[in-house]
């Protein structure tokens, strides 16, 4: 019994120094940007082999990814008429949809001279007749497909997209072990 005791009290010694371990922050950047070619996407982040692939991606997502309309007059509403044309999902399905105008790219770096420690996420981006850009949103708004909205859903599954294009912006996040105190909060 006492030297279960002893050992329960040496483990309990020694949990402190290991929460602290876990409790390094290590901010993560996420380079993100919207890019209406490679060419300015090679310059605004200086990795032209990223870019090429982010376009490659974004290009076989886009039909599925579009707005689909019935006919050219309703995707003419929405978008500029010589955008609209007919495409066909990757199920086959045919439509007419606004063509990729761009493409969203981001990248997560880290801190060590702006290496690439992950691959990069593409989506296509959309451009509308009041010059608005947006890209896919996943359910729950996080980015994804738009393969739920069917032919004459239009924007629906599409989020606007606030960035300016051929810019790239980064932005510094809080990594694993991040403590709370650090976090602003909103609203009130």
């Known amino acids: 019994m006492k030297r279960s005791r002893t050992t329960a009290l040496l483990l309990m010694s020694t949990a402190p120094l290991l929460f602290t371990a876990c409790q390094q922050e290590q901010a993560v950047q996420v380079q993100e940007g919207l890019y209406t070619s490679v060419e300015a996407c090679s310059e605004a982040t200086g990795d032209p082999s990223a870019c090429r692939t982010a376009f490659a991606t974004a290009q076989q997502q886009a039909a599925d990814a579009a707005p689909k309309y019935a006919s050219k007059e309703e995707c003419a509403k929405e978008y500029p008429a010589e955008q609209c044309v007919q495409q066909h999902t990757s199920a086959g399905t045919?439509?007419?949809?606004?063509?990729?105008?761009?493409?969203?790219?981001?990248?997560?770096?880290?801190?060590?001279?702006?290496?690439?420690?992950?691959?990069?996420?593409?989506?296509?981006?959309?451009?509308?007749n009041a010059n608005g850009w947006a890209k896919p949103a996943a359910p729950g708004g996080s980015g994804g497909l738009n393969t739920a909205s069917g032919i004459g859903a239009g924007k629906a599954g599409l989020a606007p997209v606030t960035s300016e294009p051929?810019?790239?912006?980064?932005?510094?996040?809080?990594?694993?072990?991040?403590?709370?105190?650090?976090?602003?909060?909103?609203?009130g």
């Open 166 to 187: 051929n810019r790239a912006v980064t932005a510094s996040r809080g990594g694993f072990g991040s403590r709370s105190g650090g976090r602003t909060t909103v609203g």
């Open 94 to 128: 045919s439509f007419v949809g606004p063509m990729m105008m761009g493409f969203f790219m981001s990248q997560m770096l880290n801190n060590r001279a702006g290496a690439v420690a992950a691959p990069s996420a593409a989506q296509p981006a959309f451009k509308d």
